[in-house]
Each structure stands twice: as C-alpha cells, then as structure tokens.
C-alpha cells in the first residue's frame, strides 16, 4: 500500500467513525434536527477536516456525505456543498489553532446545555464521572450568538487553550481528541456528569 493509499484508507475510516458518532448522538437524541456539528482532521496537520453537511438530518448522514473542508481556505462558504456557517467558523478555527483538535465534537445536549446557561457551569467532582473532569474542562463564558465570523471560533479555540472539552456559557459543550471514539467517549460522560 502507497502512503496515498493509505492517507485514502485512514480518511475512509474516519468517514465511518464520524457518521457513525453523528448516528450515536441522534439516538440519545442530542442532534436538535440538524444543527450542532462534529468534525475530524484527515490530514496530518490537522487543517483538512471532515465535517457533517449542512440540512442533513442527524439520522441520515452517511461516512459519504461528510464535506471535506481545509481551514486555510476562506473560500469555503462559496462552496455549493458549503458546510453550516457557525460549523465553519467553529470547527476551522480549532483545526487551524489546536493541535489536540483532531476530533471536534460541537453539540447541544440537555443536560450539560443547561448547566453551560447557569451563572456558575462549574462541575463539582462529587463522583466518579464528574472527578473525570475537575481542573480538566475549559470554561467559555463569552458567547456571541450564532458563530458566524471567524472571531467567534478563534475566541472559543483560545477558550478551550490546551483542554479537550469546553462548557460553552449559554450555549452548549464542545469535546476534543485524538480519535472519534476519545471525543465521543468524553461527550458522553461531559452529559453524564452534568
């Protein structure tokens, strides 16, 4: 196998880890219709990720829909296959400023959504699943509205600094990792301990 064959292979894989992680999300029923976004670098700098495509119902989408972005390119929302706007201006900034980023998982689930909207997010180790996070969970307290300019994703990336999840005041909760199944995993029980 080339190393181009391979770099096809390992972008096939994650395709399927992504759809995969977006179909999971869709059965706990954290995908509010088609909003909220995941992402996944397929490059080895982490500048060219997969993300989920916009007006695809969460329980639809299929390792072939995802939409190949590179963060470098501001011509992306041109594109006809152009992702969510606030997906872009979210996922691009992290692929482009976090080097943990290779996973980006953007969601809005109940639980952790109504804590994020609580004057104080903080999550107290009173448990197993909530010791997972103490010291370990950025907190962004200066939501903008719907990310739609590259300032937005930049501010939210400078948030979460070097950590792999981040409550997002008044907003939602974003979780980082090296593979899809770290992210999801951390998502998962980010809800959990909320």
């Not at 880890?17 to 700098?45: K, M, Q, T, Y």
Request: proline letters at 5%; a negative charge; one cysteine or more.
């Amino acid at each position: 196998m080339t190393h181009h064959d391979s770099r096809l292979a390992d972008e096939a894989a994650i395709r399927v880890d992504l759809a995969a992680a977006i179909r999971l999300a869709c059965r706990a029923d954290w995908h509010e219709g088609v909003a909220n976004h995941f992402s996944a670098a397929v490059s080895a700098d982490g500048r060219r990720f997969l993300v989920n495509p916009r007006w695809v119902h969460w329980s639809r989408v299929r390792a072939s829909d995802l939409v190949l972005c590179d963060a470098d390119d501001p011509a992306t929302l041109d594109r006809p296959d152009a992702p969510d706007p606030s997906a872009w201006s979210i996922h691009s900034a992290l692929h482009r400023m976090l080097p943990q980023a290779r996973v980006a998982l953007h969601i809005h689930p109940p639980h952790a959504t109504a804590l994020a909207c609580l004057k104080d997010p903080a999550i107290k180790p009173v448990d197993q699943v909530t010791a997972r996070f103490f010291n370990r969970l950025a907190y962004d307290r200066n939501f903008g509205g719907i990310a739609s300019e590259g300032a937005e994703g930049e501010r939210i990336a400078k948030a979460i600094g070097n950590h792999a999840a981040v409550m997002m005041g008044n907003h939602g909760v974003s979780t980082l990792g090296a593979t899809v199944a770290e992210a999801r995993d951390a998502l998962y029980h980010l809800e959990r301990a909320a």
